[in-house]
């Protein structure tokens, strides 16, 4: 199946998610505590999550949590590229697909980020990841050598997906009912 197909495919999915925030929360904390139990995670002290959209994987309350204890990036989307912002929850706006990304000003390098938690639209087992088409994750993705953790709702796990030579594979993916881990050296 194309990409393309893919993506409509799981995009009809997520218009069909009606859940109880108590519930979306149960979600949450179900994949992120599995996630905290990770070598690399423990060891890590720089990571970047993403705001979730209404359509994602919850993020939230996590990014919320884990800023307590650990240096916590957002993403911004500035032309076709992302960059690497400290998140404060103080300092977000709306920003580029209706994002909320901070506002703060001073850049981290992709190089200084111990952990990376990644979208998706789709991901297989092979650690192959199905983004909304526009490279954004791909492009940070190949500057950085962090662990990559590719979280989603089960129904997001699928059994293959296209994958081109330029597409970033993950090491670990986490959903409700599914902990994979591809490889630590890929």
């Known amino acids: 199946m194309e990409k393309n197909a893919i993506r409509k495919i799981i995009r009809e999915l997520k218009k069909n998610i009606i859940l109880p925030s108590d519930y979306i929360s149960t979600l949450e904390n179900q994949v992120f505590s599995k996630m905290e139990m990770l070598l690399e995670f423990k060891n890590s002290r720089n990571i970047l999550m993403y705001h979730s959209l ?5 993020t939230r309350n996590t990014i919320e949590r884990w800023a ?3 240096n916590i990036f957002l993403p911004k989307v500035v032309g076709d590229d992302l960059i690497l912002l400290p998140y404060s929850r103080q300092k ?9 990304e901070p506002t703060t000003v001073t850049p981290v390098s992709p190089s200084q980020i111990d952990l990376i ?3 998706a639209m789709a991901f297989d087992s092979w650690g192959n990841r199905l ?12 500057q950085s050598a ?25 090491h670990y993916i986490f959903t409700p009912n599914c902990s994979i881990t591809i490889c630590n050296q890929i």
Request: charged share 30%.
């Open 68 to 70: 307590r204890e650990r």
């Open 117 to 119: 938690i990644v979208p």
């Open 92 to 100: 977000l706006a709306t920003g580029a697909y209706g994002i909320e």
């Open 146 to 170: 962090a662990t990559r953790i590719g979280i989603g709702y089960d129904f997001q796990l699928l059994d293959c997906i296209p994958a081109e030579p330029h597409d970033i594979k993950m």
């Open 54 to 58: 209404a359509d994602e994987f919850p």
């Open 131 to 142: 983004g909304r088409g526009k490279g954004y994750y791909d492009r940070l993705l190949s």
